[in-house]
């Protein structure tokens, strides 16, 4: 008989059972941060260790358990061996400890070190591939070549080196460009999958066709200009966020082919859409309040990023899991975690709006948010374990 593979066999050929379940554990920490602060239970001021928490970690486990079991796949490359695997947990969990520890300039080194790590395993299986990812993926490589510039500013500037601009530089290629690109880079793909159109098809072949080309371009074009604009905050930030929303939104726009008129009504596409949404308004928002960017920033954190990232997760575990069948049902938890996601939200950046009551309402917002993130781990994580093959 032959033995069923173990669970690290398992995430080695699809790591984002691992780092799916650490990422929501971390984040749930990262928010947690507030409600503690605000009831007296911390001392400490948590600005620096929630915003690590939440990129590198919260964030950071998402992106390294979609990517690392999508890009072998996308390239037609091995899955990771053990030795990669572990170097990547090793490296993850020491950025976590390191920043829980309140040691950030460590922390930030590690996690450096697990940017170029992974991006080095990525790269290698790039030249080795037998297929070539979809065009929208360049973003993809704008996006780690954000987040390892982004740290590397941090920690330049940690060392008491570089200037203002460079912090604020470092800390929007970080916050901001690092996940913005890869969620252009890769909603490019997804969505035409969640909205269940045809895909646009590419000769099978490690060249590229004129069409893929001219997509490539496109796309080239769009992250030059958005690092662009990163650049030149500092100088106009409400020009900047203006041009920004309208670069974010036009390659969206782009992607998705509305004169067909056949947008289903499932709750996955639903978050999809409603997420992408919330990216564009709240990239537009420090344009009109320049004062309340870091509550605009929330807007693309919670309605954006973490709604995206928990709807895209759930297809992935039921995917993988061989749940496909759920997709077109109502999946009344996920209706539920993106109602509770919108509620927190919403009181986070009236927080700002609001200084007599920002200590409540920024703890109501941290329960709403860990509320949807306990919800959804405990409907969806269960499934990580189940292999479709
Ligand atoms: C839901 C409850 C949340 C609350 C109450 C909250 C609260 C805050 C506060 C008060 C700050 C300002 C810190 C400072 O003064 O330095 C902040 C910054 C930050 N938060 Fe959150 N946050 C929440 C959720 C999130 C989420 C879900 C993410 C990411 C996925 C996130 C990422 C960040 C980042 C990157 C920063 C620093 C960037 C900036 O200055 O805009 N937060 N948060």
Redesign the pocket.
Known sequence: MVRPPSFFELCRAEPFRIFFPLGLLV?ISG?SL?PLYFSGLHKFYP??M??RM??EG??GAFVLGFLGTAMPRLTGTGPFSRLELTTLLALYIGAVGTHIAERYLAADCIFLALLITFALLMGKRFTRRTDLPPPGFLLVIFGFFNAIAGTALLIHGSLGEGSAHSALFG?QLL?QGFVLYLVLGVGGFLLPRFLQLPEPEFPESRTPSPEWNKRAAFALAIGFLLLATFAADLWAPRWMALTRAILAGTFLFTQIPFHRNVIPRLTLTAGLLAALFFIVIGLVFPALWPAQ??AA??MV??GG??LLTLTVATRVVLGHGGQSHLFTTGLPFLKNTILLLLA?MIL?VA?DFIPANRGSL?SY??Y??MFAAILWGWCVLPKVRISDQ
């Open positions: 984040g928010v507030w600005g620096v929630h915003a939440m990129i919260f964030l800390t916050y960017r870091v920033d929330h954190f919670i990023f973490t927190g986070r927080g920024l917002a941290s709403l948010w």
